[in-house]
């Protein structure tokens, strides 16, 4: 049986050059890219998130990605 799920991803940069992604399940069918900026800068100016590579600074990448998941065996219930 396959399963298909849409996956939102929010990408940033942070303080000390490194990246950090934050994957939220099942987007809006209708999100716009003006939408997902709009949080994002929210999120870089509440400081919502610090990470290892610190505090997150700027906006890199938002997708939104298709995953299809087939699971080709389900083992005998004993």
Known sequence: MANTQKTLRLTFVTTLGSTFTLTLPAPRADLTA????AAMD????????????????????????DSTTTDLYDPPIY
């Open 34 to 37: 003006a939408e997902a900026e």
């Open 42 to 65: 929210l999120i870089i100016s509440k400081n919502m998130f610090v990470t290892t590579g610190g505090e997150l600074i700027g906006k890199k990448d938002i997708k939104i990605t």
